[in-house]
């Protein structure tokens, strides 16, 4: 069996942790309206991607057993695959399978993770809104993506590009604070999250809001069942990722129906614009199709920003980025419900809907849930241990 604790104590062990800090870190200031203002982490930027790359090179160095080796050896060939059809290795999708091994591969538990991503985001958070603070970046105010586009406005909120995205994090703060049990009383971080839905609510966060209520409710509602029975019943759940991505598709084939206008009124617009990407850029199974221009009469619609992560991932990345995505939300119910773990699956239910409207799900520095699939590398038994949440250390559940 894995050895959590030597593992994890190893040099390169600690060099994998801190650079995973700096990935989550750098990752959501170049997120925010820094990446607007400053060339340091914006999208032509690798400094991001050479982090991932080299905790995804270290992932090598923890192969031990001919079935991690296998799967180091899949992960290689997915990143050749992709690299062969996208020709960067800056893609989102390249450097969340550099993450999904490397991270994993030295067998920490995921809880460790966790807790190392909150701290990382807090940071980012704090840095974010004290540099709006002093002046650094925009405290409030519009702007928009293309000066003749009304279509996708940059909304300012100090520092971050949208309320939404504040809102998304400060969730997904509450959500890492319970499973991860932070201040030891559970009653104490659930009032952390209903902190957060509020504070979501006021800015006009609704995705934030909304991931944040399913959350506490799908906890709820498994705390008031516990027979096996109903757990074979819940596990059907894992068809929602799949049902959402059909529904994604399938609403952008209903243009101008009453339950068309209707969807696409209580999210922002989302399949108008997902329709008009569908029907002017093929799918691809790896890569994009998908041509933007910002020219003055040739300008491409919504600038090329694309909201709901089912869909932005099948657009940008292909099929073969969708199927990762909506396997790895899966494996998180798998894991939970094999570990009787009932914030594996209030997670899953929650990032699996806020994916449905919003992009930050299927982001592994917003999402560190993803992470599970990479430690399939272990067997069953190690990485039921990996996965545990409940220690003797931990306070009242």
């Known amino acids: 069996m894995i050895n959590e604790k030597n593992q994890s104590q190893s040099i390169l062990g600690k060099i ?22 400053y060339t340091y982490l914006s999208a032509k930027s690798h400094t991001i991607m050479y982090i991932a790359l080299f905790i995804f090179i270290l992932g090598f160095f923890a192969i031990r057993t001919l079935r991690q080796f296998i799967v180091a050896s899949l992960f290689l060939l997915a990143i050749f695959i992709n690299y062969y059809f996208i020709k960067q290795l800056n893609s989102n999708i390249i450097v969340w399978l550099f993450i999904l091994y490397g991270v994993s591969a030295y067998g920490m538990r995921l809880k460790r993770l966790i807790k190392l991503h909150f701290f990382a985001l807090v940071t980012a958070m704090i840095a974010i809104i004290g540099m709006s603070l002093v002046g650094m ?11 003749f586009s009304n279509y996708q406005n940059t909304v300012y909120f100090y520092g971050f590009n949208h309320p939404n995205m504040f809102g998304m994090l400060l969730v997904v703060l509450g959500i890492e604070a319970i499973v991860i049990n932070l201040m030891k009383k559970q009653r104490n971080n659930f009032i ?32 008031i069942i516990e027979n096996k029975a109903w757990y074979k019943i819940l596990s059907l759940t894992a068809f929602l990722p799949i049902i959402l991505t059909s529904f994604a598709f399938w609403i952008t084939t209903q243009l101008g129906t009453p339950i068309f206008n209707f969807i696409n009124g209580h999210v922002q617009s989302r399949p108008a614009l997902w329709t008009y990407y569908l029907q002017n850029f093929p799918i691809k199974n790896f890569g994009t199709n998908v041509m933007t221009s910002t020219t003055v009469g040739l300008a491409t619609y919504g600038n090329g920003i694309l909201d709901g992560a089912y869909i932005y991932l099948t ?3 292909g099929r073969f980025a969708l199927v990762l995505f909506i396997i790895s939300l899966i ?54 241990n990996l996965l545990q949440l409940r220690t003797d250390t931990d306070g009242k559940k």
């Open 331 to 384: 494996v998180v119910l798998r894991e939970g419900m094999n570990l009787k773990e009932k914030l594996y699956f209030s997670s899953f239910i929650a990032f699996s809907v806020m994916a449905f409207p919003e992009d930050q799900s299927a982001m592994i520095y917003v999402n560190i849930f993803l992470i599970i699939l990479g430690y399939y590398q272990f067997s069953k038994k190690e990485r039921m």
């Open 137 to 147: 970046l925009p405290r409030s105010g519009e702007a928009s993506s293309v000066l």
């Open 192 to 223: 952390f999250l209903v902190v957060a839905i509020i504070f979501s609510v006021i800015i006009g966060a609704g995705t934030a809001t909304m991931g944040g209520i399913i959350f506490i409710i799908s906890y709820l509602v498994m705390k």
């Open 16 to 37: 994998v942790l801190s650079l995973f800090f700096l990935f989550n870190l750098l990752s959501i200031i170049s997120i925010s309206s820094f990446s607007t203002f």
């Open 315 to 317: 657009m940008y990345f």
